[in-house]
């Protein structure tokens, strides 16, 4: 069980002046991001990364991480002023959400949203206090075999939970690994696929991937949208609040339900995009009044946002205590927490107690701060989408850009976020899941490394895959979901079967 | 995209096959090991995706010419500016970018998108080199300007 004196010290260094100060700001910020499309938490946090290398670790994660709850925020007002999500995962959110806020009801629907979001952070953040020293504790015992073998788990889960299109699934994992492959080998020293250049040293950065994938790619594909903001008045009136927040309780159940199955998406690599389309499916397939649903049912208002922020919570559960993240924004932020000269993974909670409780403790407070900040700031960020696209559009383009560059001051960046531009687009054109590619970007070293050392722990024999029971468990686990994802769906979609969320 | 795929994964395979992509018993696989065995497996995707798109083709092209046409409007001038940027530095290709956008798709008037655009510049300025004093590429203007 956790020891409550860590998590009281981390509040102390959470709930200073300057701390509460950069929530704020981050939250704004990533507000900001959510209501912008085109920006997203992923790429929102990567842009203002290259600006964290000078802060200290644990004011810039809290920068960070706020940015995250904020954009979270965000992208769900977006989804039910504008239609238009903000975010890939509150794309659910616009199903019901959107037809309250057309018959009038637009302040009901954001206050539950909001309301229910910040239930399902809250569950979130318990649970990560609970569990992610006990998860690291059990870590400890992982050599590079076991964590090979997580590893292996998290791409493979990713596959069993592709939603109907595993092989592009493989693909996108397969082109992430190979492209981190590119740059210096950390083994040998060798110079692997740099094809006789010297700008691919150092390697393909996952950061310029994201902003192109996440950023330039997500924002051709609005233009060719043809995207008109014919949104409805954002007004808040602390009446409504009450009142719906005296309703919650109708909603109990499925509140509860959605926040479970957010948490699970979490720290299983699912992320919250699956987990709020997951649990809008089975709010609508349970509930009584079916029909209901897509014409404005809060139910289906409450489930895709309690499951979308429980997930982007836990998420970091698995980033903190394996050293995993569970979506690709913690993988971005992983990635920062490997740049400020941290370690994540089990040792994190032993050698750095201060930065984990802190950043646990700071959870708490934001997502508090995050809530009441965004209740009573909405109409204004609503009103910043009045402005033109044309001047909107033309400005994250450059943000964008100038972001690549600042990465590690050079054009090298700028070219590649271009490009991966271009790959975002044909990617979301096509239904290739980019998240994957992300997050294989990240990984794909460690799990080189890891498959890499337990072949010299072995002497080139796979049976180390094997050797005791919980690799073993690890490896059958990770088989099966890739068959559960690969075999299964080709005759189901013979079959015409239905899909897990229906439009 | 299934012979986009095909094609990166060939290149992938040409150039880790120039690396030692051996399994030495002691010490486990060579550097080009992995990224071999990873292009042979996007290789093998591939075409599995151009397979599954036979048996069930989708119908219709995956854009209209009028998308096409708008994606494109937005993406060219894009290019250029990443391509002025090696020269010009940062900020004076984005200022003329962002003038030539607000003017020919927001259809606004020559003085207000030079206005709207500057202030963004400017901003940017104090954001990046004086609050975060993240240096960002400079250009010719930039030197004599004294910036």
Redesign the interface.
Known sequence: MTDFSFLWSGFETALTLHHIAIMIGGVLLGILVGVLPGLGAPNGVTLLL??TF?MDPISAIILLSSMYWGALFGGSTTSILFNIPGEPSSVATTFDGHPMAKQGRTEEALSTAFLSAGFGAFVGVVLVTLIANVVADFALQFGPAEFFGVFLLTFCSYVGMSGGRP??T??SV??G??LT?IGM?T??G?M??T?GTTSLVNGVSYLAAVIGLFG?GE??VT??E?LEFKGLKARMNFGVIWRTLKGMPRHAVVLLRSTAIGCWMGITPGGPTAASFMSYGIARRFSRNKENFGKGEPAGVVAPEAADHSAGVSALLPMLSLGIPGSATAAVMMGGLMIWGLQPGPMLFIEQPDFVWGLIASMYIANIVAVVLVLSTIPLFASILKA?F??I???I??VC??GA??IS?R?LD??LA?GF??IG??FK??D?PIAPLILAMVLGDKM?DA??Q???L???SFSIFFSNGLVSTLMVLSILLACWGLIPRFGR?RAGGPSLVEE | ?AA??AL?AGV?IA??LQ??TG??????????Y??LR??I??AV??V??FL?MLR?PEGGG??TGG??K??L???LP??V??AA??WLG?YVP?WL??CY??KA????GIGKSVL?SSL?IIA?YLV?DLW??????KGPVESFLGL
């Open positions: 290259p600006l000078t092989l592009k493989v693909a397969l082109i690994l190979i492959a080998d083994v040998s060798e692997r696929l094809y330039i924002l051709l233009v060719e043809g033109p044309s001047i559009g033309p400005v383009i450059v850009l100038i560059y600042t001051n054009m700028v070219y271009l531009g271009v687009y044909l054109k096509l290739y080189e498959f890499r337990s072949m010299l072995s002497q080139g979609r | 995209m986009v795929i990166f992938i150039g880790s690396l030692d399994w030495v018993p002691e010490t486990g696989p060579q550097a080009g992995l990224p990873l292009g497996g996007l995707i591939s599995l995706i599954q069930n995956f854009v998308q096409l708008s994606t409007a937005i993406f894009t290019v500016l990443v940027m090696p940062c984005s970018y962002l956008m607000i798709h927001g259809g606004t709207v963004i940017f990046f975060f004093q993240v240096d960002l590429a």
